[in-house]
Every structure is written in C-alpha cells, then in structure tokens.
C-alpha cells in the first residue's frame, strides 16, 4: 500500500510549473450570451480571443419535474441536508430537495482565488458558503458571499509537507474533507493526521478544538475522512485502512485496522445511517462498521468486490472510487474496479441479512469504464459518471477530453437495469441531482479539434437520459475542477469549485 511519501498517480504529463503557466495564460471570459455576465473576485485574466468561436449556451430550458423518493433522515449531528458535506448529506446521496438551475437566460459569475482548489463545499445557517481550499502552498478554510462570491473571512490550515515527494494535484491526506455541524461548526481533517473545530465568529473563523490522532495509526499514514454516527461520535478514516472513533469531550480514541495483512487502502469518504451503521469502501472491500458499547469500531459485515488487475487512468487506487450510497432503509451501492467493465454494485445493507448481493451490473463502455466519484441517489436509481483517461489536468488540455459516458442504473426487487447512457463527457466532476426538477448535473468537457478547453456545466433529465442544455463557464485549464463536486446551494443556485476559484450560475429572472 503506498504510503503518504509515495505518490498517488503516475508521473503527471505536465509538471506544477507548467500548470501554473497555463493558468496564467488560459482564458477566462464566459460571457456573451443575452442576460449572462462574468465578474471575478481578482482581478480577471485577460479573456482567450479564441472565445468567439466557443458556443455559449446550447439546448433549452427545463421545466422542472421533481423526482419522487422517500425522504431521508436528518442525520441530528450535521448540518441541514444538503448543507452538510461534500455528498450532501450522512446517506452519501449527491440529491437535493431544492430545484436547481432550469436553463433559463442564465447568469454566471466567477471568482479566482489564485491556484487554490475548495473540494469541499458547506452552507452555513446564513446561508453563506464555509469552504476547504486547497493549493500548492496547503489549505485554507474559507467563509464566502454565496452571491459575491467574495472571500468574508480566512483561517489558515496545516500545510503540505513539500518534502514528501507526494503529488499535491492528487494527495488526499487531510484538507479534503470535511463536515458542518448544525450550530455551523466544520470537524476537518488536516494533513498533521490531527481533526479541527473551527467556528464562525464575529471577527472571523478560529479554530476551537483540535484532536491529535498521529499517536494512534502507522507511521507514514494519514487521515483521509471523518464522519460522525448518530451517537454523535467522531469516525476518522486513514489511507493505510486504519478506522477509528474519537470522543470530542473526552479525547478518547478506538481504532480498528482494516485488512491489512493485504494491504487495504481507503481514498473515499464514507457514510452513515440511522441504525448506527457507518460504511465504508477500501481498495478490496465493502464495510459496515458499528461501534461497540466503548466505542470499539467492529465490523458487522465485509463483502469483498472486483477490484481489478490495474488501477485505471482515472482512479487515485486500484479500488473503488465511490463512497457508499445509501437508499432507502435497505440499499447501499458502490462501483467495482472490474476488466473489462465497471460494474455498480448494490448490496443489502440491513444487519443479519443472509442474502447481502442484491445486484452487479456493467456499465459504461468496455475497456474504458471507471469512476472516482461518488454515485448520486434519484428514486429507485444510481448515476454514475465515467472518469476514464483523467491522470491530470494535462489529460484535458489542448482540446483533449476523456472517454464519455453518463448511465443510470433502475434498482428493481428481483436486481437492476440500465435504464440509459448518455454520451456527455465529464472528466472528473462529481455529479450532483436535483430531485426539486428532476435533472442531474455534471461538469462536462467536449473534445475539440481547434484545441481549445471549453467547460460547461451540463443538465441531463433523469427519466430520459437526454441532454438538455449545457452552459460554458469558461475557457482554459483553470476551469478545469480536477474531482471536485457540483454544489446547489439553499436556493437551488449551482456552484462550482475549479483550480483556481468557483464558478455560480443561476437563472436568470423569470
């Protein structure tokens, strides 16, 4: 198992330097269109007078058609669903309640914020934007205008150790993810293998808590995620497969190893439900863990999947690249790692059940077929986007793009079917759903002859599969997002992290 000095992918094709070169050359300008503008927080980078020959907007607006499902628990130790964390919410589901962007005369603002990355996205009880930011330098804890976009106040965290020889455009460890609780407090991962409180204050954001957990896994490792259960209880996850509980009040910690006599790994983030199940997906195996009566991590049930001969031009492992989705009170799903073809996996989550397989189906296209991003939940239904050919962001430059493919998979009673795939090319984004309208988004990147880097946010109708419109946010590798997730925010406005800032786009006035 690699190690936190070992990097995560193979040599990258274009070095930190040149990334930062195309950065400062790539253009920015995304508007154009009647009704639309772009503003920016720094000063803007003069636009790429390739521009001009870029489509704008192309398809129509939607009308919004929700999508039925059961409406999932309120985790009582995050924030509101859909405020809460980079998944949304404790089940992982990528859906929201609220009606996203229809299409309609759409504006879109953007702001730089340097070469800095915010993965992890929350809102606030103000409905302001509490993000994690990451960079070449470390990570930053950011609070923002969600309609400015202007940065109201900044926290440094622990940085990056630059002599580890680890890839800062891949290195998981700390920075990436974290979870809002309902009083507005983030618990964070830092790269130090330590867990921070930060709250928001009058003056600013301030670090209340932190937790040292270096004492307590392998030497060389490092904290990957952290999620509470709904004892309130603090689980943080590590990348050599240590998983363990923390006890806010007290600082008491329990740890459990995961399979480590071959070596598993942990690259995701996890979820939980309210039977006090948490779940979680290493590099051989699916996990429910419960905790025992000290807290003790115990693994109620592990049912190993394919994961593969190689780890794919896409994936930061050779595993699975999804956190668990949970649906229902029944349901949890995930992808394989499997040759030729992807499959997703649906497994009984439920304890003491003796069938735990519901259901293993291929999809996306043979040969090149994989996914690092979580599958978003929409009814009876899974969405899974391919991510197959992303090494970098080299691998989207000059007009280049990755394989396509955007499938949804029906959970039936007696197993699934694959109810449609589009052809939509979406490198690295993580997809997100609006149950409010019944579209799901992803971030999407045709290829292109004339070797321009067009990005576009994309809307697909759940039922159908088709595209319905897709809006450019801009030109240039510093719209490039590089795994990070699509955001709709308490009013159904989109939000996009890329390299160098975010992205907002909303409809215009009815």
């Given at each position: 198992?690699?190690?936190?000095?070992?990097?995560?992918?193979?040599?990258?094709?274009?070095?930190?330097?040149?990334?930062?070169?195309?950065?400062?050359?790539?253009?920015?300008?995304?508007?154009?269109?009647?009704?639309?503008r772009?503003?920016?927080?720094?000063?803007?980078?003069?636009?790429?007078?390739?521009?001009?020959?870029?489509?704008?907007?192309?398809g129509?607006a939607?009308?919004?058609?929700?999508?039925?499902?059961?409406?999932l628990?309120?985790?009582?130790?995050?924030?509101?669903n859909?405020r809460?964390?980079?998944h949304?919410?404790?089940y992982?589901?990528?859906?929201?309640?609220?009606?996203?962007?229809?299409g309609?005369?759409?504006?879109?603002t953007?702001?730089t914020?340097?070469?800095?990355?915010?993965a992890?996205?929350?809102?606030d009880?103000?409905?302001?934007i509490?993000?994690?930011?990451?960079g070449?330098?470390?990570?930053?804890?950011?609070?923002?205008?969600?309609?400015?976009?202007?940065?109201?106040a900044?926290?440094?965290?622990?940085?990056?150790?630059?002599?580890s020889?680890?890839?800062?455009?891949t290195?998981?460890?700390?920075?990436?993810y974290?979870f809002l609780?309902?009083?507005?407090?983030?618990?964070?991962?830092?790269?130090?293998?330590?867990?921070?409180e930060?709250?928001?204050?009058?003056?600013?954001?301030?670090?209340?808590?932190?937790w040292?957990?270096a004492?307590?896994?392998?030497d060389?490792?490092?904290?990957?995620?952290?999620?509470?259960?709904?004892?309130?209880?603090?689980?943080?996850?590590?990348?050599?497969?240590?998983?363990?509980t923390?006890?806010?009040?007290?600082?008491?910690?329990?740890?459990?190893?995961?399979?480590?006599?071959?070596?598993?790994g942990?690259?995701n983030?996890?979820?939980?439900?309210e039977?006090?199940?948490?779940?979680?997906?290493?590099?051989?195996?699916?996990?429910?863990?419960?905790?025992?009566r000290?807290?003790?991590?115990?693994?109620?049930?592990?049912?190993d999947?394919?994961?593969g001969?190689?780890?794919k031009?896409?994936?930061?492992s050779?595993?699975?690249?999804?956190?668990?989705t949970?649906?229902?009170?029944k349901?949890?799903?995930?992808?394989d790692?499997?040759?030729?073809r992807?499959?997703?996996v649906?497994?009984?989550?439920?304890k003491?059940?003796?069938?735990?397989?519901h259901?293993?189906?291929?999809v996306?296209?043979?040969g090149?077929s994989?996914?690092?991003?979580?599958?978003?939940?929409a009814g009876?239904?899974?969405?899974?986007?391919?991510?197959?050919?992303?090494?970098?962001?080299?691998?989207?430059?000059?007009?280049?793009?990755?394989?396509?493919g955007?499938?949804?998979?029906?959970?039936?009673?007696r197993?699934c079917?694959?109810a449609?795939?589009?052809?939509?090319t979406a490198?690295t984004?993580?997809?997100?759903?609006?149950?409010?309208?019944?579209?799901?988004?992803a971030?999407?990147?045709?290829?292109?002859?004339?070797?321009?880097?067009?990005?576009?946010?994309?809307?697909?109708?759940?039922r159908?599969?088709?595209?319905?419109?897709?809006r450019?946010?801009?030109?240039?590798?510093?719209?490039?997002?590089?795994y990070?997730?699509?955001?709709?925010?308490?009013?159904?406005?989109?939000?996009?992290?890329t390299l160098?800032g975010?992205?907002?786009?909303?409809?215009?006035?009815?």
């Amino acid at each position: 198992m690699p190690s936190r000095r070992t990097p995560l992918l193979r040599a990258a094709t274009v070095g930190l330097t040149a990334l930062a070169l195309a950065l400062a050359l790539a253009g920015t300008s995304a508007s154009g269109a009647t009704g639309d503008r772009t503003s920016s927080v720094a000063p803007p980078i003069p636009p790429s007078p390739s521009d001009a020959r870029v489509e704008k907007f192309e398809g129509a607006a939607a009308k919004a058609r929700p999508i039925k499902q059961r409406r999932l628990p309120q985790h009582p130790f995050l924030a509101p669903n859909g405020r809460s964390s980079m998944h949304n919410d404790a089940y992982s589901s990528d859906a929201y309640e609220v009606s996203g962007p229809l299409g309609r005369d759409l504006v879109v603002t953007s702001a730089t914020y340097g070469i800095r990355e915010c993965a992890t996205i929350t809102f606030d009880s103000q409905d302001r934007i509490l993000a994690l930011c990451g960079g070449l330098e470390g990570f930053v804890m950011m609070l923002i205008d969600p309609v400015t976009l202007d940065p109201i106040a900044e926290l440094a965290m622990p940085g990056r150790d630059v002599t580890s020889g680890a890839n800062p455009l891949t290195d998981i460890c700390g920075g990436t993810y974290f979870f809002l609780t309902p009083d507005d407090h983030a618990i964070a991962t830092t790269t130090e293998s330590s867990i921070w409180e930060v709250r928001e204050t009058a003056t600013g954001l301030a670090k209340v808590g932190s937790w040292e957990l270096a004492p307590h896994i392998p030497d060389g490792d490092c904290v990957v995620a952290t999620a509470p259960d709904w004892k309130g209880r603090v689980w943080f996850f590590t990348q050599q497969g240590t998983v363990g509980t923390l006890n806010r009040r007290t600082g008491k910690v329990r740890t459990l190893r995961l399979g480590e006599a071959r070596g598993e790994g942990i690259y995701n983030s996890v979820s939980a439900d309210e039977t006090g199940g948490v779940y979680v997906v290493t590099t051989h195996a699916m996990y429910r863990l419960d905790a025992g009566r000290t807290a003790q991590p115990r693994i109620t049930w592990q049912r190993d999947y394919d994961r593969g001969s190689v780890q794919k031009p896409g994936m930061l492992s050779q595993g699975s690249g999804t956190s668990p989705t949970l649906l229902g009170r029944k349901w949890m799903a995930i992808t394989d790692n499997a040759d030729p073809r992807t499959h997703i996996v649906v497994y009984d989550r439920r304890k003491g059940v003796k069938r735990r397989l519901h259901c293993r189906i291929p999809v996306l296209p043979e040969g090149a077929s994989t996914t690092e991003n979580s599958l978003v939940a929409a009814g009876n239904s899974v969405i899974i986007e391919n991510n197959y050919g992303y090494q970098n962001p080299g691998s989207t430059m000059f007009g280049r793009s990755t394989t396509p493919g955007i499938a949804r998979v029906l959970i039936k009673k007696r197993g699934c079917k694959v109810a449609w795939t589009n052809t939509s090319t979406a490198p690295t984004s993580v997809p997100k759903g609006s149950l409010g309208n019944g579209l799901v988004y992803a971030y999407t990147k045709p290829p292109r002859s004339d070797g321009i880097d067009a990005w576009y946010l994309t809307a697909i109708d759940i039922r159908s599969g088709k595209t319905v419109w897709s809006r450019l946010t801009g030109t240039g590798t510093q719209w490039n997002n590089h795994y990070a997730a699509i955001y709709l925010g308490p009013d159904g406005t989109a939000y996009i992290a890329t390299l160098s800032g975010l992205v907002r786009i909303q409809d215009g006035p009815a």
